[in-house]
């Protein structure tokens, strides 16, 4: 049995529901990696800096 045929054998021909997890590819959102990224950055070089003026208040 084909992929296609294995999802859609149990789905009657006119359903009156949608399906709750629908199969397949959809339209996929734009990609937001960068904020993630930046953010992480951010707070690691928020960390390294808090390190060095500690060291630097506390000798």
């Known amino acids: 049995m084909a992929d296609a ?6 789905r009657p021909e006119n359903p009156k529901l949608r399906e709750d997890r629908p199969r397949g590819g959809g339209p996929k959102g734009p990609r ?6 930046w953010t992480v950055v951010a707070v690691i ?3 390294i800096v808090v390190a ?5 208040l506390f000798p």
């Open 52 to 56: 060095i003026v500690g060291i630097a």
């Open 5 to 10: 045929d294995f999802y859609s054998h149990d």
């Open 45 to 47: 070089i928020a960390i």
């Open 32 to 37: 937001v990696a960068h904020s993630r990224t």
